[in-house]
């Protein structure tokens, strides 16, 4: 690795404890079998090597896109935001997306963590993601002086970012902030399979033969040794050199020394090591490309990927679409945007399957013919064709049941025409049938032929023994021919019978289903005029419901007065027994009053009954269309309310605007004016002691107009010129303070670590000043949205 390395791995000058130095000349841990075992070596293992890099690019190379949800269901890509062009295409200038996905996801597999710092504008929108190297980055927990402890990631020993500044994408862990080192936890099992490696290669680099003793009598001293041992590896290393023969003389023996790789089961270690890296990865074994007996087995390539899918790649595709929620979508977005891995590749069965599963989406009208063709990466059909959503006819709602066979019947009350019986096959196969017979006949004809032959030729004394035995063949040919042939006439003669038969049949079915037919129509036209007869007589009884209902209550009324003025009558007879006939004929005519008055007050009942029937219909039309304007009002205070929520939101966002955009101009003349004194400690420290007393009333001069909105937005008591005052002191203080540790630390390089912390304030000291001012804000603002 060049010392112009990438800046995800390298940054500014040279220290001793600078982790890409010990990145640049190897460290690890010497394993008990032997190899030294670090992140780069792993890579050694072609198992661990295929691994990462499978799973890496597999979940990089699936399509990202960042989705907007619609307010009546179903979502879209939102192609115009930052973070879906930084996903999609290029997180910054110097990689494309599938590069730096893949980059990080290995950096989660091997290092167990996987970072990348988040560049953004005073407005805090994202502008860039730059890659950081595990060893750069340090999460730690900042202790405020009041409140909870807060996360914070360091980078290089020196500078510290918000976790809304970092990109992390960990592995499995016991705190819940980093990742196990998935190198140092498989330390031992890459050890093993480098040494099983290494052994190979040294035996075949010895010529596959082992070492051993070479022993003699005669005293040797260092140099005579060392020039036989220079002389034999001369002569028989390497795979080359395996079996040259090898001469002692001078009383040397050898004893060779040693295991034999079957001895060792070599084989069965290598095999077993990829075994355990597969375990470390969470891979199935097939992926790895090593076939062991007893090893699970797929029906088919779609299924083998479908569990390679759910038991490796889901995992890390989770963890990156959470992680993208939660710092690239904006807090005010949370919920209605939302970063989507299209996994569809993995998902899909093999092309009948999924032909089929598209057909029946195609046939109930959930997809037309253009969503079809794209989900196939196919263009959509010329004019618009394809937008036609189709649905097959017998698929028809309940209630639409009855309207729908009305129509066809009214439409086309002919019955379709019946099958016709296909005579003509039927003569056919007769005369096939006629032909076999023929040839049957004349075969057993021949057959009877050659077998009187062979009787003759066997009574016949002069009658050798081969023409016996070629008759006797002739006759068995013939006798096989014959045979044939009444088979095959059998069969043709019983298939033209059962043709025959199905014609009959056919001729029977459709008499049948003719018959069928006008029955069924009969049957329909009967059901018409029985409903058209039951739908009169029902609005006819319901008519005549509702006036016996009102005669019968009048009758009840006037029989009740009819018999109240009936024993009336009786009581007034027994009277006028005993009356003159003055005063019975004065008591009958005030009773005909009094009839005359009960009838007249019946006509007056039946008509206040109509009018309370009347007045009811009005109050049920009038509370229907109550209930109309009730739910219009509604919906009318709905959309207002997401008007004013969306207008607050609004309001609240060009606030923030303001506030950025004064800050922004205090802190560049502020950082200004540091970088003028930054060629000595001694300069820095007398211009921090002149330069902030004045400048914090100046801060609270250009500030204070911002705060009058917000204190006036906020409708508090507050003293607009008190909060800027207290503004302007606590920029001050944070300034100084970290002007003076930045001082007391005695950097080496004053302006390199000067200039750091500048293009920082820079970066995040507007926004951040934005935000602490608005925090009261966006609390009214969601109390409002809480209370509505």
């Given at each position: 690795?060049?010392?112009?390395?990438?800046?995800?791995?390298?940054?500014?000058?040279?220290?001793?404890?600078d982790?890409?130095?010990?990145?640049l000349?190897?460290s690890?841990t010497r394993?008990?079998a032997?190899p030294?075992?670090?992140e780069?070596?792993?890579?050694a293992c072609?198992a661990?090597w295929?691994g990462v890099q499978?799973?890496?690019?597999?979940?990089a190379?699936?399509?990202?896109?960042?989705?907007?949800?619609r307010?009546n269901?179903?979502?879209?890509?939102f192609?115009?935001?930052?973070?879906?062009?930084l996903?999609?295409?290029s997180?910054?200038?110097?990689?494309?997306s599938?590069?730096?996905r893949?980059?990080?996801?290995?950096?989660?597999l091997?290092?167990?963590n996987?970072?990348?710092e988040?560049?953004?504008?005073p407005?805090?929108?994202?502008?860039?993601l730059?890659?950081?190297h595990?060893?750069?980055?340090q999460?730690?927990?900042e202790?405020p002086?009041?409140?909870?402890?807060?996360?914070?990631y360091?980078?290089d020993g020196?500078?510290?970012l918000?976790p809304?500044d970092m990109?992390?994408?960990q592995?499995l862990?016991?705190?819940?902030?980093?990742?196990?080192n998935?190198?140092?936890i498989a330390?031992?099992a890459?050890?093993?399979?480098?040494?099983s490696?290494q052994f190979?290669a040294?035996?075949?680099?010895n010529?596959?033969?082992?070492?051993?003793?070479?022993s003699?009598?005669?005293?040797?001293d260092?140099?005579?040794?060392q020039?036989?041992?220079?002389?034999?590896?001369?002569?028989h290393?390497k795979?080359?050199?395996?079996?040259r023969?090898?001469?002692?003389?001078?009383?040397f023996?050898?004893e060779s020394s040693?295991v034999?790789p079957?001895e060792?089961q070599?084989?069965?270690?290598?095999d077993q090591?990829?075994?355990?890296?597969a375990?470390f990865?969470?891979?199935?074994?097939?992926?790895?490309?090593?076939?062991?007996?007893?090893a699970?087995?797929y029906a088919?390539v779609?299924?083998?990927?479908l569990?390679y899918y759910?038991?490796?790649?889901?995992?890390?595709?989770?963890l990156?679409?959470e992680?993208?929620n939660a710092k690239?979508?904006?807090?005010?977005?949370?919920?209605?945007?939302y970063?989507?891995?299209?996994?569809?590749?993995f998902?899909r069965?093999d092309?009948k399957?999924?032909?089929e599963?598209?057909a029946v989406?195609?046939?109930?009208g959930?997809?037309?013919?253009?969503?079809w063709?794209?989900l196939?990466?196919?263009n959509?059909q010329p004019?618009?064709?394809?937008?036609?959503?189709?649905?097959?006819?017998?698929?028809?709602?309940?209630?639409?049941v009855?309207?729908?066979a009305?129509?066809?019947?009214?439409?086309?009350?002919?019955?379709?025409?019946?099958?016709?019986?296909?005579?003509?096959l039927v003569?056919?196969?007769?005369?096939k049938?006629?032909?076999?017979?023929a040839?049957a006949e004349?075969a057993?004809?021949a057959?009877?032929?050659?077998?009187?032959?062979?009787?003759?030729?066997?009574?016949?004394?002069?009658?050798?023994?081969?023409?016996v035995s070629?008759?006797r063949?002739?006759?068995?040919?013939?006798?096989?021919?014959?045979?044939?042939?009444?088979i095959?006439?059998?069969?043709l003669?019983?298939?033209?019978?059962s043709?025959?038969?199905?014609?009959?049949?056919?001729?029977?079915?459709?008499v049948?289903a003719?018959?069928?037919?006008?029955?069924?129509?009969?049957a329909?036209?009967?059901s018409?005029?029985a409903?058209?007869?039951?739908?009169?007589?029902?609005e006819q009884a319901?008519?005549?419901?509702g006036?016996?209902?009102?005669?019968?209550?009048?009758?009840?009324?006037l029989?009740?007065a009819?018999?109240?003025?009936a024993?009336?009558?009786?009581?007034?007879?027994?009277?006028?027994?005993a009356?003159?006939?003055?005063t019975?004929?004065?008591?009958?005519?005030?009773l005909?009053?009094?009839?005359?008055?009960a009838q007249a007050a019946?006509?007056?009942?039946?008509?206040a009954?109509?009018?309370?029937t009347?007045?009811?219909?009005?109050?049920r039309?009038?509370?229907?269309?109550?209930?109309?304007?009730?739910?219009t009002?509604?919906r009318?205070?709905?959309?207002?309310?997401?008007?004013?929520r969306d207008?607050?939101?609004g309001?609240?966002?060009?606030h923030?605007?303001?506030?950025?955009d004064?800050?922004?101009r205090?802190?560049?003349r502020?950082v200004?004016?540091?970088?003028?004194?930054?060629?000595s400690?001694?300069?820095?420290?007398g211009?921090?002691?002149?330069f902030?007393?004045?400048f914090?009333?100046?801060?609270?001069?250009?500030i204070?107009?911002a705060v009058?909105v917000?204190?006036?937005?906020?409708?508090?008591?507050?003293?607009?010129?008190?909060v800027?005052?207290?503004?302007?002191?606590?920029?001050?203080?944070?300034?100084?303070?970290?002007?003076?540790k930045?001082?007391?630390?005695?950097?080496?390089?004053l302006?390199v670590?000067?200039?750091?912390?500048?293009?920082?304030?820079?970066?995040?000291?507007?926004?951040q000043?934005?935000?602490?001012?608005?925090?009261?804000?966006?609390?009214?603002?969601?109390?409002?949205?809480?209370?509505s």
């Amino acid at each position: 690795m060049g010392l112009l390395s990438q800046r995800g791995v390298w940054s500014g000058g040279f220290s001793l404890k600078d982790p890409a130095l010990a990145e640049l000349f190897g460290s690890g841990t010497r394993t008990l079998a032997g190899p030294l075992v670090n992140e780069l070596t792993a890579f050694a293992c072609a198992a661990f090597w295929d691994g990462v890099q499978q799973i890496s690019s597999d979940v990089a190379k699936l399509p990202l896109n960042l989705m907007k949800r619609r307010q009546n269901g179903g979502s879209d890509h939102f192609t115009d935001s930052r973070s879906y062009k930084l996903m999609k295409y290029s997180p910054n200038p110097e990689m494309r997306s599938m590069v730096f996905r893949r980059t990080i996801t290995s950096h989660a597999l091997v290092y167990g963590n996987g970072y990348a710092e988040i560049v953004r504008n005073p407005l805090r929108q994202p502008t860039a993601l730059w890659l950081l190297h595990p060893k750069r980055v340090q999460p730690f927990y900042e202790s405020p002086e009041k409140g909870q402890k807060r996360l914070r990631y360091r980078i290089d020993g020196e500078q510290v970012l918000d976790p809304t500044d970092m990109l992390h994408i960990q592995g499995l862990g016991d705190d819940g902030v980093a990742g196990f080192n998935v190198v140092g936890i498989a330390r031992e099992a890459l050890g093993l399979s480098l040494a099983s490696q290494q052994f190979a290669a040294a035996f075949f680099g010895n010529g596959t033969r082992f070492g051993g003793v070479l022993s003699t009598d005669l005293d040797l001293d260092e140099e005579q040794e060392q020039g036989i041992r220079t002389q034999i590896e001369a002569l028989h290393a390497k795979a080359d050199k395996a079996f040259r023969l090898l001469i002692l003389g001078g009383g040397f023996k050898f004893e060779s020394s040693g295991v034999n790789p079957n001895e060792a089961q070599m084989k069965e270690i290598r095999d077993q090591q990829v075994t355990e890296i597969a375990r470390f990865l969470n891979m199935p074994l097939h992926k790895l490309k090593l076939a062991t007996p007893g090893a699970v087995s797929y029906a088919s390539v779609e299924m083998s990927d479908l569990d390679y899918y759910k038991g490796c790649l889901l995992n890390w595709i989770q963890l990156w679409e959470e992680e993208l929620n939660a710092k690239l979508v904006a807090p005010l977005e949370v919920g209605r945007q939302y970063f989507k891995h299209n996994v569809n590749g993995f998902l899909r069965a093999d092309f009948k399957t999924r032909q089929e599963g598209l057909a029946v989406m195609h046939d109930r009208g959930v997809i037309n013919a253009d969503d079809w063709l794209e989900l196939e990466d196919m263009n959509p059909q010329p004019d618009g064709q394809g937008q036609l959503y189709l649905v097959q006819g017998a698929m028809v709602p309940k209630d639409k049941v009855s309207a729908m066979a009305d129509a066809r019947i009214t439409k086309d009350t002919t019955p379709p025409p019946a099958p016709v019986p296909d005579d003509q096959l039927v003569q056919d196969l007769d005369a096939k049938a006629a032909r076999a017979e023929a040839i049957a006949e004349e075969a057993r004809t021949a057959y009877q032929q050659e077998h009187d032959l062979r009787i003759a030729a066997e009574a016949t004394a002069g009658a050798t023994q081969e023409e016996v035995s070629v008759r006797r063949a002739a006759e068995g040919q013939a006798l096989a021919r014959a045979t044939t042939a009444e088979i095959l006439a059998t069969e043709l003669r019983l298939e033209a019978e059962s043709q025959a038969a199905r014609c009959a049949a056919a001729e029977a079915a459709r008499v049948q289903a003719d018959e069928d037919a006008a029955a069924a129509r009969a049957a329909v036209t009967a059901s018409e005029d029985a409903a058209a007869t039951a739908r009169l007589a029902a609005e006819q009884a319901d008519g005549a419901r509702g006036q016996m209902v009102d005669e019968a209550a009048a009758a009840l009324a006037l029989a009740e007065a009819a018999e109240a003025r009936a024993m009336d009558a009786e009581r007034l007879v027994a009277e006028a027994t005993a009356a003159t006939d003055a005063t019975v004929a004065a008591r009958l005519e005030g009773l005909t009053a009094e009839l005359e008055a009960a009838q007249a007050a019946v006509v007056v009942a039946r008509q206040a009954v109509a009018d309370a029937t009347s007045q009811a219909a009005a109050d049920r039309e009038a509370h229907t269309a109550a209930t109309a304007r009730a739910d219009t009002l509604c919906r009318e205070a709905e959309a207002l309310k997401r008007h004013q929520r969306d207008r607050l939101a609004g309001v609240l966002a060009a606030h923030r605007a303001l506030i950025v955009d004064v800050a922004q101009r205090l802190v560049e003349r502020e950082v200004d004016r540091a970088r003028s004194r930054q060629q000595s400690a001694e300069k820095l420290r007398g211009w921090i002691e002149t330069f902030y007393v004045t400048f914090e009333g100046t801060f609270e001069e250009a500030i204070l107009p911002a705060v009058r909105v917000h204190v006036a937005w906020k409708q508090s008591g507050e003293d607009p010129r008190q909060v800027a005052r207290d503004l302007a002191h606590a920029h001050v203080e944070a300034s100084t303070a970290h002007l003076r540790k930045m001082l007391a630390a005695e950097t080496s390089d004053l302006q390199v670590a000067l200039a750091h912390l500048l293009t920082r304030w820079e970066q995040d000291r507007p926004g951040q000043l934005a935000d602490a001012l608005l925090q009261d804000e966006i609390a009214h603002l969601a109390a409002l949205e809480q209370a509505s």
